[in-house]
């Protein structure tokens, strides 16, 4: 397993996706966020995609484009243990695992109090890969580096306040 992970974030506007999202599969999510200490982030994961669920718990390490990932599947008794220290830090959302211009993108459609926010990731093998991309036309501003669009940040505080909402 690779503990580190390499991604950058985009808003997106729904309007401007050049193809459908219905026709693509996609994974109800909800994540809850424990507290963390250290400058760690503590995910749980459930992960519905056609028949199967999984579980998941995550920590991950300071930073936005590079950081440290450590990911361990549970049992969904385990994750059922630990999700009331979630309390009401959570998010939930469908993600969408689109082949596009030779990478996968996730673009999640966010639910509940975040409902109509729109985000695009797109993880890579290495930091050079990662700094040459070109970003699609269709992407919206690139929210690598800004904290407020984390997912943790998102559950804790909702929509930062003045974000106007593509296509609301």
Same mark, same amino acid.
């Given at each position: ?11 997106? #506007? ?21 507290? %963390? ?12 995609? %056609? ?76 930091? #050079? #890969? ?39």
């Amino acid at each position: 397993m690779n503990n580190v992970e390499i991604e950058r974030k985009f808003l997106i #506007d729904p309007e401007k996706i050049p193809f459908k999202l219905e026709d693509y599969e996609y994974e109800d999510m909800i994540q809850g966020y424990i507290s %963390g200490y250290n400058n760690f982030t503590y995910r749980l994961r459930k992960s519905k995609q %056609g028949g199967k669920t999984e579980y998941f718990q995550t920590i991950k390490g300071k930073g936005y484009k590079l950081r440290s990932e450590f990911e361990i599947n549970l049992s969904e008794k385990d994750f059922d243990k630990m999700w009331i220290l979630c309390k009401d830090i959570t998010i939930s959302k469908h993600r969408y695992h689109v082949p596009y211009g030779g990478k996968i993108l996730y673009l999640d459609e966010y639910k509940g109090p975040v409902k109509g926010l729109y985000t695009l990731e797109i993880e890579f093998d290495n930091e #050079d #890969d990662c700094d040459d991309y070109k970003p699609s036309y269709w992407f919206g501003p690139e929210v690598t580096y800004d904290s407020r669009f984390t997912n943790s940040q998102l559950a804790k505080n909702g929509l930062p306040k003045n974000y106007k909402m593509y296509g609301v």
